[in-house]
């Protein structure tokens, strides 16, 4: 579009009235060296050396304390089930019952049998002593006796079974019978199972390899055995569960078909949250290292010459500086080299910070660590 002349005047002299002397934007003005912005703001800790105890995290797979399969006892077709499938039952419940009329049936007949055998008895008794009958007779009679009382018990027994029990106390799986099918002992019909998962256990391995070196710095002095059988789990999605548990074996043998040396822990489960076939990873103590130097472990990178991290120079500037780690303490690694202590690592801010650009201070407060002692201090704003 053409504008008059007139006003494409007045257009420049505001222009113009815009800018400072000679031209330039205001100082203040976004984008001038008055508008730059601050230096990035991160988070740090102070190095410093202590006692640490190191951990291993390994997978494990949970498994349920006490697990019985509730199974058929006698040949019958089921009736009634009893229980609501996932619920808590308690040992000695009935859970299914079976058509009982049968050995109903045949327990009356074995009580009959019973009570004719011991007439015999008493009619033969007086009888030996006047011996009109042999003892050897009545011996016979009270064999019979026995064996109708042994029949007996055995019928009540199938009786008594016709009502399947909870042989303990869980929670009580899906059913896997319904009314109408028919079950048999000889084939000891599986019709549910019941687990206690409170306590639970998990069943983790450990590599031998790592058995032989930790045993190997154990001798040597390097490193001092952990009086703690304490062991933390720590769930799929990373979160830590609430509540310690402890070691209870470590086999003596070795697994020649994976090389690892099978151990357990258990841990209370008193809501539940834990079931049995989870996939967990288990932090147990190995042993105690004193003089250790301990760092975050979201503050460690990775580069193409190895791991390294951010720390903050005398003059408030990010630098890189590469270091070795050696084994965990809790969650955070322990540095074998680069770090001697006393030194500020960036743990937080660490997308915003550039090596040689200066860094505005923050403390980071970082939850208390399982690992041990000498934990990374928080550096102090504006150190």
């Given at each position: 579009m053409n504008l008059p002349k007139r006003s494409a005047a007045a257009f420049i002299l505001i222009s113009l009235a815009a800018c400072g002397p000679g031209g330039k934007p205001p100082a203040g003005a976004p984008g001038g060296p008055g508008g730059a912005m601050p230096p990035p703001e991160v988070e740090v800790v102070s190095i410093v050396k202590g006692t640490a105890t190191l951990t291993q995290d390994l997978p494990g797979r949970l498994q349920a304390w006490r697990t019985a399969e509730v199974r058929a006892r006698v040949d019958g077709i089921v009736e009634k089930r009893l229980f609501t499938e996932g619920?808590?039952?308690?040992?000695?419940?009935?859970?299914?019952?079976?058509?009982?009329?049968?050995?109903r049936e045949a327990r009356d007949a074995a009580a009959a049998e019973v009570?004719?055998?011991?007439?015999?008895?008493?009619?033969?008794?007086?009888?030996?002593?006047a011996r009109a009958v042999s003892r050897q007779e009545f011996d016979a009679a009270e064999a019979r006796l026995k064996q109708a009382q042994a029949a007996l018990a055995s019928a009540e027994l199938d009786l008594e079974n016709t009502r399947v029990p909870a042989p303990i106390s869980g929670r009580i799986?899906?059913?896997?019978?319904?009314?109408?099918?028919?079950?048999?002992?000889?084939?000891?019909?599986?019709?549910?199972?019941?687990?206690?998962?409170?306590?639970?256990?998990?069943?983790f391995t450990q590599p031998g390899a790592d058995v032989l070196r930790l045993k190997a710095a154990l001798q040597s002095g390097k490193l001092e055995r952990s009086a703690s059988a304490q062991v933390e789990l720590v769930l799929e999605d990373g979160?830590?569960?609430?509540?310690?548990?402890?070691?209870?074996?470590?086999?003596?043998?070795?697994?020649?078909?994976?090389?690892?040396?099978?151990?357990?822990?258990?841990?209370?489960?008193?809501?539940?949250?834990?079931?049995?076939?989870?996939?967990?990873r288990i932090r147990?103590?190995?042993?105690?290292a004193s003089d250790a130097i301990r760092v975050p472990q979201r503050a460690v990178q990775a580069g193409p010459q190895g791991q390294f991290v951010l720390i903050v120079t005398p003059d408030g500037k990010a630098a890189p500086l590469p270091i070795g780690t050696g084994g965990m303490a809790g969650t955070d690694f322990l540095v074998t080299e680069g770090l001697k202590g006393g030194e500020q690592v960036i743990v937080e801010g660490l997308q915003k910070a550039r090596p040689g650009a200066p860094v505005t201070l923050k403390p980071l407060n970082p939850a208390p660590s399982p690992g041990g002692k000498g934990e990374t201090a928080p550096a102090k704003a504006g150190a």
């Open positions: 619920s808590d039952v308690k040992a000695g419940a009935t859970l299914f019952q079976i058509d009982a009329r049968t050995f009570e004719a055998a011991r007439l015999v008895v008493e009619r033969y008794r007086p009888l030996v002593e799986d899906r059913a896997l019978v319904t009314e109408g099918a028919l079950v048999n002992r000889n084939g000891a019909t599986h019709m549910a199972t019941i687990e206690q998962i409170d306590p639970i256990y998990v069943n979160s830590a569960y609430p509540h310690p548990g402890r070691l209870l074996f470590a086999s003596q043998t070795v697994d020649p078909s994976t090389g690892a040396v099978g151990m357990r822990a258990e841990f209370p489960n008193p809501k539940h949250d834990l079931l049995p076939g989870m996939f967990v147990f103590p190995q042993a105690v």
